[in-house]
């Protein structure tokens, strides 16, 4: 992909009065392709005093210089310039070209000429790579962040739009085994157990039909024999449903309330549920989609929903989750200002932007809203939060479809985002999302078009009915995701590296006491272009030999069995963690070392 650009005369007014002055050539919308070197050569020629800098910029967020602003002392005689940059983005970029001229006073001319010729940016065919460097990241296990982590788990919607049979479900749930989520997020829809009204304002229920229930147990029952945890909820408020028996039914009706206390009642007391620990009002409320957008008319809701649980005698059975928002700066804070009482644990959503990921940003965003409710909550501090849904927003498309979890960039920014919300000291994060199959949508595709599904998948359980077998392949994600469910269990205690501050590069550790002593785990993250040697120290641990199984993930480097699952690359088995062990990253990737012998 070349860009260029024409060639530029200017003549240019001479300063006076002290008076310095800028101008500023702009090429925008230049298009580079991701993960690229690129070379950007010219002709410059010019008569004024004072110097020229030119910079490469993102097109959407100017502060990320994918060619740092280079300074050209410029002279009358034409010189010729070549500057290498790399594009740090894992789609095609969009980046402006500045040529910035600064005129310093002048008393001997009126005038000034600035001329640009042969303008040719062009992928450089023999680049020059970063050096590797190299350093020892130090983590202390004694100094803990979270002391008992609720682990990494997954979104798990029943599969209503894209039924599975027998053969599909069985490979779903062999797939579940390995991957061992900590917990699940489920949600639902208010027309899936309630049909209407008695006079007298009773809720009506179809609680056997075989289009929602039927497979809302089937997940239910998978995740009660295996006692994964529950996050679950409804979607929208009843009024989605305009035009039937319960589309008035708004989120701060208590009519809505009484609704779903009855189907708790059904799924804890009567089918014995006892895996749904949380209950979720309304997915991502402060935003238009969730039809609320209304913090005082969901806090009625919360309110009413509150008074059910307890009138019913549930409340000491589930509890209230929330505010379970997205790209939000204030709910929050009204949440756990005004809520507090009535809710047993706090969550929100991220779909991070790459750069965010990349610079670590999503750590401090974590930390802040994590401290705010130990802060201003009275028991914030004993109760859990958590992400319960996790995502990268770069790349999105066809109305809401990631297909670059198909990526290799993918999984190693989900690795970063979860080792970020670790070492901010979130409870848990959980992965949207299992199966593409859960979810179709109205983008413009039919129904039998893979593009119509929502594609944030680990596979897709429709692909070989669809046509593309390949579809149901393992993708990249799922390599690390489930790595980190396995390697990083709940009942875990978390604590992260210090001393190693290196751009793209972070890590976090994980140890577990049982009978036999404890289990650990490290995952080290290198979000870059640029290779490392790491030394790996561990201090407070028995200083003692361990044997570590080695987990790599990277471009050309990622080592599973006959199923796709992964192995590891390598074992160590005579570690002295307190001496420190050296590991190798040739650039981008992850490397989990752990002490679990994985079956």
């Avoid at 070197?37 to 110097?51: A, D, E, K």
């Avoid at 990268?392 to 190693?412: A, R």
């Avoid at 489930?482 to 290196?502: V, Y």
Wanted: proline content about 5%; aromatic content about 12%.
């Amino acid at each position: 992909m070349t860009n260029s650009m024409g060639n530029v005369s200017l003549e240019l007014p001479a300063p006076r009065n002290g008076k310095i002055i800028t101008t500023r050539i702009i090429q925008p919308s230049l298009k580079f392709q991701p993960y690229k070197h690129y070379n950007i050569r010219f002709h410059l020629q010019s008569s004024i005093t004072g110097t020229v800098d030119i910079e490469v910029a993102d097109a959407e967020n100017p502060g990320i210089k994918y060619l740092a602003r280079q300074k050209i002392t410029v002279s009358e005689a034409l010189q010729d310039y070549s500057y290498e940059f790399y594009i740090d983005f894992p789609i095609e970029a969009r980046a402006t070209l500045q040529f910035i001229i600064k005129q310093q006073p002048s008393q001997s001319i009126d005038t000034e000429t600035f001329t640009i010729n042969d303008v040719i940016i062009q992928p450089e065919v023999n680049p020059l790579l970063p050096e590797r460097e190299s350093g020892e990241l130090l983590l202390d296990a004694s100094a803990i962040q979270i002391n008992n982590y609720r682990g990494v788990g997954i979104q798990w919607d029943p599969f209503t739009d894209y039924p599975l049979d027998e053969t599909q479900w069985e490979k779903l749930a062999k797939r579940l085994d390995h991957l061992k989520p900590a917990f699940l997020r489920t949600m639902i829809y208010a027309n899936f157990y309630c049909i209407g009204f008695e006079d007298d304002g009773t809720p009506v229920y179809d609680l056997d039909n075989t289009e929602f229930m039927r497979p809302l147990y089937q997940l239910l029952d998978y995740a009660q024999s295996r006692g994964i945890p529950i996050v679950f909820g409804e979607w929208e408020p009843p009024v989605k449903f305009t035009g039937t028996a319960i589309g008035e039914v708004d989120v701060d009706n208590p009519k809505w309330a009484k609704m779903i206390v009855g189907l708790l009642h059904h799924l804890l007391i009567t089918k014995r549920y006892s895996v749904i620990r949380y209950y979720n009002l309304v997915n991502e409320a402060n935003q238009p989609w969730s039809l609320v957008a209304d913090f005082e008319k969901w806090k009625k809701g919360i309110g009413f929903l509150k008074q059910e649980l307890q009138a019913c005698g549930l409340d000491n059975q589930i509890q209230i989750i929330g505010p379970d928002t997205v790209w939000d700066p204030d709910w929050i804070q009204l949440t756990v200002d005004q809520l507090h009482d009535s809710l047993g644990a706090y969550d929100i959503h991220i779909y991070a932007d790459y750069h965010t990921v990349v610079s670590g940003q999503m750590e401090m965003v974590f930390a802040a809203k994590k401290d705010y409710a130990a802060a201003n909550d009275p028991m914030g501090r004993e109760k859990d939060f958590y992400l319960t849904e996790a995502g990268m927003l770069t790349g999105k498309t066809d109305g809401d479809s990631q297909p670059n979890v198909k990526e290799f960039w993918y999984g190693v920014s989900m690795v970063d985002l979860a080792v970020q919300s670790m070492r901010s000291g979130l409870s848990g994060i959980a992965l949207w999302d299992l199966d593409d199959a859960m979810h179709g949508q109205d983008n413009g595709y039919g129904k039998m078009d893979p593009r119509s599904l929502k594609r944030w998948g680990l596979w897709n359980s429709w692909g070989g009915k669809m046509g593309v077998p390949e579809e149901e392949n393992l993708r990249p994600v799922y390599y690390v995701w489930s790595l980190l469910t396995r390697l990083f269990p709940a009942g875990s205690q978390i604590f992260h590296s210090a001393g190693l501050e290196l751009h793209g590069l972070r890590s976090a550790g994980m140890r577990m006491y049982s009978d036999n002593g404890y289990a650990m785990s490290y995952a080290i993250v290198n979000n870059s272009i640029t290779p490392r040697t790491i030394l790996l120290r561990v201090d407070g641990i028995a200083h003692q030999a361990v044997t570590l199984r080695e987990y790599r993930y990277f471009e050309q480097e990622q080592k599973t069995d006959s199923e796709g699952y992964p192995v590891p690359s390598g074992i160590h088995d005579t570690a002295f963690l307190d001496k420190g062990l050296e590991i190798d990253l040739p650039g981008r990737g992850v490397v989990f070392l752990t002490t679990i012998l994985l079956k």
